[in-house]
T-cell receptor, first 109, second 114 residues
Framework: QKEVEQNSGPLSVPEGAIASLNCTYS??????FFWYRQYSGKSPELIMF????GDKEDGRFTAQLNKASQYVSLLIRDSQPSDSATYLCAVTRGSRLTFGEGTQLTVNP | DTGVSQNPRHKITKRGQNVTFRCDPI?????LYWYRQTLGQGPEFLTYFQNEAQLEKSRLLSDRFSAERPKGSFSTLEIQRTEQGDSAMYLC????????????FGEGSRLTVL
């Protein structure tokens, strides 16, 4: 079983729609949860993190965490073509950050 | 210096040769990470340093790979006797120890082994 699994995608949504990205993790000892965005040919960049159960909102982005279900999600509201990228879910245990394979999102104008 | 710097950006080598990559982290960051990424995959953890100490190394990492961070500043990643399967993007990231998981990545060093 992979430590971090993401819905495989690719995911395509029209401009202005809500994009929903999902992630599950296997290690119940995982402590913190992150979403990174990676544009094609570029390096990952952090967009959100969440530590506690519930929702965390930052502009058009909302991260959701359910530790009992070992589930993390990212919602992108009012999706824009500039949101087209691969979204990487990552979890920490200790000082190690483990990434999922990523979900490729395309927002169509 | 406003970011993580890696060089060389691209390296083409023949199988069996040794290669070395260098990473200069953000100056105030005391943690430094190396990851490997292949097409369509997420970054795979290789190793990490806190200051000059190498605190963790992936069990999947071959003994052909070695990393150093002398004096807790820049780091080098050496791959000995390269194999075609080593072809990948090697990413370096740094962070402050107070914010585990908030990594700042360099642009990466792409290795092609012929």
């Amino acid at each position: 079983q992979k430590e971090v699994e993401q819905n495989s995608g690719p995911l395509s949504v029209p401009e202005g729609a809500i994009a929903s990205l999902n992630c599950t993790y296997s290690d119940r000892g995982s402590q913190s949860f992150f979403w990174y965005r990676q544009y094609s040919g570029k390096s990952p960049e952090l967009i959100m993190f969440i530590y506690s159960n519930g929702d965390k909102e930052d502009g058009r982005f909302t991260a959701q965490l359910n530790k009992a279900s070992q589930y993390v999600s990212l919602l992108i509201r009012d999706s824009q073509p500039s949101d087209s990228a691969t979204y990487l879910c990552a979890v920490t245990r200790g000082s190690r950050l483990t990434f999922g394979e990523g979900t490729q999102l395309t927002v169509n104008p | 210096d406003t970011g993580v710097s890696q060089n060389p950006r691209h390296k083409i080598t023949k199988r069996g040769q040794n290669v070395t990559f260098r990473c200069d982290p953000i100056s105030e960051h005391n943690r430094l990470y190396w990851y490997r990424q292949t097409l369509g995959q997420g970054p795979e953890f290789l190793t990490y340093f806190q200051n000059e100490a190498q605190l963790e190394k992936s069990r999947l990492l071959s003994d052909r790979f070695s990393a150093e961070r002398p004096k807790g500043s820049f780091s080098t990643l050496e791959i000995q006797r390269t194999e075609q399967g080593d072809s990948a993007m090697y990413l370096c990231a740094s962070s402050h120890s107070g914010v585990t998981g908030e990594l700042f990545f360099g642009e990466g060093s792409r290795l092609t082994v012929l």
